[in-house]
């Protein structure tokens, strides 16, 4: 059951449509195509006494003594009801009608496409929409349906089916019917479903405490003897949810965080907050990292501690070696025991933990990553053809986070710019580039892709000879003198030289292309850097899987920790010192010597980037030095107070409109893209294909550190209790055909889905295409009233033409809407269509969002549904 | 909406704080307090909203911008994070319907436009974005912005999602 409270009933033309307006003059007339159908009076009864306004037309039953002392009595003049609104006096309209009867009454010729008629319309509902935001009582919120009550019984059927919604928003009988399909829902569908009626306070609460009367009435009435199992489970949920609120709380101690974003969302909007959003989702990443680590890991391992003997001088805090290499730092100190304090007691293996650890630690991190990054597109990218226009950026822009005066009136100025040249693009015609131009722009693309592509290339050519002579200082030894030290520095610190710079270099290059658009910039830059970046990175991970690995050290792997260990330790001093010279500098400069710079703006994408370089290198680090994410969370809380201190003296709020969402996603994608898949396959060669070194670490003495698996595996067949484990490993995971076989799954799936969109997108586009041919069909030609409504030879055909575009627009603006839970998909009730014959639609949208209805109704059948879409697609078969 | 007891808790202090002579501590008996616009709009949090006197007229009972703590709850809590994105679009059309029409016409773009730029405009470029902008957002037509039309607009713009959000 789906309960689209949500967009439906706001829409006036549900409780307003032409059907209703005519069957409203049906029985106040009584003319000759009211219906014969007894009255009934007695299906009033209970209806009654909602009846706010039902005085104002011809009555059967009396409703004046079942006012609720309404203040709308029958003479009251609309006017009155409009003048509560503070826009009360300008909304004046000329065609507004302040009885409702006029409108009812008035001359029999009108057509239901009659524009003033419209009009009309829309003034009553804009009265009702008035009074159900100035929360009037119910009563009166409920007049619209009280003024259906006077439909006889078979009209009322008949409407009841068609426009489900109204009931449901809009009378007492509907509320019940809420109450009871809410109440019929799992706990938390309910409380979404509550959640998502725009609706006061109070009004919800009422429906909750309704709810949950009428679900304690049910289980007493089903189940007298509440099995003490279930109460069980509910005390369990409850302490659950109530651990969940605690926990929360802990972590709303983190009030810092809280604080200092809140403060940069208001000087600096929602665009430079998504980079300390980042920073914070990878800070609680590092924590979470190095707590698995630590707790499985590092404790069993103090147990079993060797002393350590090194002497301790404080330059090892710079180059990692030293005194560090004999502590828990690093790979080569963990022990390959199996540590076991009591005799013949719980033992605990010290490689099986340090491999299943890692290993599932990047399982876990695989799947955050592809569910959050899922979420994000999910959530960001629903529609890829988003608006470039002003639409958009008028109505959604404006950045409610942004509460700083300065930075508001900012914001204000940066607008009206935007839209001053806007609007002097439009009058601008699109360029069009002769053909020796365009050849002159190709080879600057060319060449600065070159040259990129080349300072990228000559980067890594430098980055491995060093490292080269990086190794051959540590293989000759002589470790301890300052020289040697200072050397093992000069790796490091030239990778951040050349991440520092280059991507200087990189927004040069690009000023000089001269992009049309400056996202297209912001992109290309973007990747040029990640190409730099990512290719620095694997150079790297070339010199050490294949030298370093093979060198005759007595410990690569330790080698290896040292090595992230500074390059992580120089990174992250040079991103100070990037915040010192490119912001504090920069702003000394803009303001004093260079006015005419101003302050500088937060390079939100450069940010990014060097956070993503700094994330990878601690992934690859894990297996090496399994305490780095530690490091890195410290680094990172420090970053993080730093750039803000720095972003708050020197920064400017940027000038161009970031597209944050989208961006965001896209740098999720790229933390999982290059940088996670890029680690995983070095942490699979190193796990699969390496041998570890014979004299440290807990693999010491195995031909691989999977090894380790495999013989305990081994071990297990000797076991009858564990044979399932050793099933599992022989069938699944060693076994080539359980892989393929769940690729093929996977292909399969994923196919489908892709084809599924595909058939999807062409629908939106076609539905789009009839919409737009619809609407200028509908609104172009002038319309000419007709005699008779439904007498008009030509209504018929009129009717149905609207109503199909109706169902049309409706279909569009589910499928666009909400592609997951597409009409009949889902969760969705079957649709209901609307035989085209019946009551004709003057206002559009009348049947949008009619398509969840409620199911008792229709009794379920699924087949409405189908026939829909086969409507629907005849429909597009014939333009 | 919002989920955490914590956060009703620190806005219950948010709305106390703002008169804390008028609010009383306990609200056992459901004392009818409503704050005036004025307290309510001079909210660090919507001081220095163009659209302050708006959000505060759509939530509040009386339509005039004087809150009670239900109305005050309402507001943050459609302003959340949590908020789904129908609810806050619900409520972004509301507050962009400038005169309770139920569309958004061309005075109520007016009027957000001048807000939105502090009057920077000139007249005819504020009717030429106007134009531009009914012309693009109005998928039927009818030369004003429905509700319909705004959810569709808003699902184009992802940041939407970001930026009607109001940190407590």
């Given at each position: 059951m789906s309960y689209h409270y949500n967009e439906a009933f706001e829409n006036p033309d549900y409780h307003f449509s032409e059907t209703l307006e005519i069957d409203r003059r049906r029985s106040s007339q009584k003319n000759l195509f009211s219906h014969q159908t007894p009255y009934d009076s007695s299906l009033h009864g209970s209806y009654g006494e909602q009846s706010g306004r039902g005085q104002n037309y011809p009555l059967e039953i009396p409703m004046a003594s079942m006012r609720h002392g309404s203040e709308y009595s029958e003479d009251l003049p609309r006017a009155n009801v409009l003048s509560r609104s503070p826009y009360g006096s300008s909304m004046y309209n000329p065609s507004f009608e302040p009885e409702p009867e006029l409108a009812y009454t008035s001359p029999p010729a009108f057509h239901p496409l009659d524009r003033s008629y419209t009009h009309r319309i829309s003034n009553v509902s804009e009265d009702s929409f008035i009074r159900r935001r100035s929360r009037r009582p119910p009563d009166e919120i409920f007049m619209t349906s009280s003024s259906l009550f006077e439909i006889d019984p078979v009209r009322k059927e008949e409407l009841l089916y068609y426009y489900p919604k109204i009931w449901i928003c809009h009378g007492f009988y509907a509320e019940e019917d809420l109450v009871g399909n809410l109440a019929s829902m799992s706990t938390s569908e309910r409380i979404k479903a509550i959640q998502k009626m725009p609706e006061t306070m109070k009004k919800k609460r009422e429906i909750r405490n309704k709810v949950l009367k009428e679900i304690t009435k049910k289980s007493r009435h089903h189940?007298?003897?509440?099995s003490c199992c279930t109460q069980c489970l509910q005390g369990t949920a409850v302490s659950f949810r109530r651990f969940g609120n605690s926990l929360s709380e802990c972590f709303h101690l983190l009030w810092f965080w809280h604080r200092a974003l809140k403060i940069i969302g208001a000087k600096f909007g929602t665009s430079v907050l998504s980079y300390f959003i980042f920073l914070k989702w990878l800070l609680t990443f590092n924590i979470f990292s190095f707590l698995i680590n630590f707790s499985f890991i590092t404790i069993p391992q103090f147990v079993a501690a060797e002393p350590n003997n090194l002497s301790f001088t404080g330059l090892e805090l710079f180059t990692g070696a030293g005194y560090f290499q004999q502590t828990v730092l690093y790979y080569g100190f963990y022990t390959n025991a199996t540590i076991s304090k009591i005799e013949n007691g719980p033992s605990y293996n010290m490689r099986l933990a340090y491999i299943f650890t890692v290993g599932l630690y990047f399982v876990i991190c695989f799947f955050i990553l592809l569910f959050s990054m899922a979420k994000s597109f999910c959530r960001n990218f629903l529609n890829l053809q988003t608006y470039s226009g002003n639409a958009s950026k008028l109505l959604c822009t404006w950045d409610f986070n942004i509460t700083n005066e300065k930075a508001v009136k900012l914001k204000q100025k940066n607008l009206s710019t935007q839209i001053k040249e806007d609007l002097t693009e439009v009058n601008r015609e699109v360029l069009n580039f002769s053909v020796k131009e365009r050849a002159v722009r190709i080879v600057i693309h060319l060449v600065s892709w070159i040259a990129s592509l080349g300072t990228a290339v000559a980067a890594c050519a430098g980055v491995y000879f060093l490292s080269i002579n990086n190794l051959k200082l540590f293989v000759k030894g002589n470790k301890n003198d300052l020289e040697s030290q200072a050397a093992m520095l000069v790796l490091p610190i030239a990778a951040s030289l050349l991440n520092a710079f280059i991507p200087f270099f990189y927004s040069w290059l690009g000023c000089l292309e001269r992009y049309q658009t400056p996202g297209h910039h912001v992109y290309v830059t973007i990747v040029r850097n990640i190409v730099l970046k990512i290719s620095i990175v694997g150079i790297l991970c070339y010199y050490w899987v294949n030298i370093v690995a093979e060198s005759e050290s007595q410990c690569w792997e330790t080698l290896i920790g040292q090595d992230i260990y500074r390059l992580v330790l120089v990174d992250f001093i040079f991103c100070l010192l990037g915040s010192f010279f490119g912001e504090f500098l920069r702003r000394i400069i803009g303001t004093t010597v260079c006015v005419s710079l101003g302050p500088p703006e937060f390079d939100i994408g450069r940010n990014v980037l060097d956070l993503i370089y700094a994330q990878t290198l601690t992934w690859i680090g894990i297996l090496f030095s399994p305490l780095l994410p530690g490091i890195q969370f410290i680094s990172f809380s420090i970053v993080f107070y730093v750039k803000k201190v720095s972003l708050m003296m020197n920064c400017q709020p940027p000038r161009k409109v970031w597209k944050t969402a989208q961006m965001t996603t896209s740098f999720m994608f790229l933390l999982f893209f290059p940088s996670f898949v890029g680690v995983l396959c070095v942490i699979g060669v190193t796990v699969w294909r390496l041998k570890p070194s014979e004299e440290c670490g807990p693999f010491r003495g195995l031909s691989s550190m999977y090894t380790a698996v495999s013989e305990w595996i081994k071990m297990l067949e000797n076991h009858t209790a564990s044979k399932w484990v050793v099933w599992i490993y022989h069938n699944l995971i060693t076994s080539a055909l359980f892989f393929f076989i769940l690729s093929i799954i996977a292909l399969i799936i994923t196919y489908l889905c892709w084809k599924i969109i595909q058939g999807r997108k062409t629908t939106i586009k076609l539905l789009r295409k009839q919409i737009i041919n619809r609407c200028s069909s509908l609104y172009d030609p002038p319309r000419q009233p007709a005699q008779h409504v439904p007498d008009y030879p030509g209504a018929a055909f009129d009717r149905n033409q609207n109503a199909s575009y109706e169902e049309l627009w409706s279909q569009a603006v589910i499928i666009d809407y909400a592609p997951g839970v597409c009409p009949g998909g889902g969760d969705s009730a079957p649709a209901k269509t609307r035989p085209l014959e019946q009551g004709p639609f003057a206002t559009k949208g009348l049947l949008v969002f009619c398509w969840p209805l409620r199911a008792s109704h229709n009794g379920g059948d699924d087949s409405s549904h189908e026939r829909a879409g086969q409507k629907l697609v005849e429909g597009m078969t014939y333009t | 909406m919002l989920g955490v007891d914590k956060n009703l808790v620190e806005l219950f202090y948010r709305y106390r704080d703002l008169a804390p002579q008028l609010v009383p501590l306990d609200y056992t008996d459901k004392p009818a307090v409503t704050l005036p616009y004025e307290l309510i709009g001079s909210m660090p949090e919507l001081k220095d909203n163009p659209f302050r006197q708006r959000i505060a007229e759509v939530f509040s009972e009386d339509g005039d911008g004087n809150m009670t703590l239900d109305d005050f709850l309402d507001m943050f809590s459609v302003l959340s994070e949590m908020a789904p994105r129908d609810l806050k679009a619900y409520y972004a059309f509301k507050i962009y319907d400038f005169n309770n029409d139920d569309y958004i016409c061309k005075s109520d773009l007016e009027k957000t436009v001048n807000k939105l730029t502090r009057n920077e405009l000139t007249p005819e470029e504020v009717n030429l974005v106007c134009e531009k902008v009914i012309y693009e957002a109005d998928v039927d037509n009818d030369g004003k912005l429905s509700l319909e039309d705004f959810q569709h607009m808003i699902i184009r713009a992802p940041d939407f999602l970001s930026t009607f959000h109001i940190r407590i």
């Open positions: 189940s007298t003897q509440l | -």
